[in-house]
């Protein structure tokens, strides 16, 4: 049977994170660098712990005022400790419940950064492994982040989205251009089912590409983000695709 992870970034203050734990496998959730609080975090894993879904941490540029979003905010050991201490602080609150971070994947700015910067790919790499070893690494199925993690044995998890728009290459389209998100919901499910089926997508320019995923990301940050959340998960059900945690 064809299997397929879903995932969302949850603990940023938006309004459809209990209503998306019920559809996806695993969740990230923001822990203190552009989002998120002792208060917010312990919430969001009461609520995944309940619903068996997967834990991972959502680390990002310490840049609360940018929400994460500002490239190369810092590098080097400022935001190496960042790193450890974001990644840290959520741990201890699964402990204190008795489940784990099973994936970090970095947020935002420092994601997309981390694709093409090998420093700032084994930064994310080495937070993960002096804060949580054994967690696997959360990213785009190429560039360097795959690589460093792959380099320093750690698990990978290669991620692809439902509603972001692709260039010929297999990079995203940047949000700054007018069709970088996907609004169509006919567009969105046959995205999905055709990553989690063919291992492909149609880029921009109508080119089909190869794309093997294990994760797909369900935008929680957008106006409809239930409803995007149903409809994959529907059309990958009545496709025969089990919906499950990547590890």
Do not use: W
């Amino acid at each position: 049977m064809t299997t397929i992870d879903l995932n969302a970034d949850l603990g940023e203050g938006c309004a459809f994170d209990v209503e998306l734990l019920d559809i996806i496998s695993s969740c990230n959730i923001a822990c203190g660098g552009h989002a998120g609080d002792a208060e917010s975090m312990a919430a969001t894993v009461a609520l995944a712990v309940a619903r068996k879904v997967a834990i991972g941490a959502h680390p990002a540029y310490p840049d609360r005022a940018g929400f994460g979003r500002n490239s190369r905010f810092c590098a080097d050991q400022e935001l190496l400790n960042s790193l450890i201490n974001q990644i840290d602080s959520l741990q201890k609150i699964t402990q204190k419940v008795g489940a784990s971070i099973r994936h970090i994947k970095p947020h935002g700015a420092l994601y997309n950064d981390a694709v093409t910067d090998r420093e700032l790919a084994l930064i994310v790499v080495r937070a993960a492994q002096k804060a949580c070893a054994g967690a696997a690494i959360v990213g785009p199925p190429h560039g360097e982040l795959k690589k460093a993690a792959i380099e320093k044995n750690l698990p990978y998890i290669a991620e692809a989205f439902v509603d972001r728009a692709y260039l010929p290459l297999g990079n995203l389209v940047s949000r700054s251009e007018p069709n970088a998100v996907h609004g169509d919901m006919n567009t969105i499910t046959t995205q999905a089912l055709r990553l989690a089926t063919e291992a492909s997508v149609t880029a921009e320019n109508g080119d089909e590409i190869s794309m093997r995923a294990d994760t797909l990301c369900i935008h929680g940050d957008t106006p409809n983000a239930g409803e995007v959340g149903r409809a994959v998960q529907a059309v990958l059900i009545a496709s025969g695709v089990e919906i499950r945690a990547a590890l």
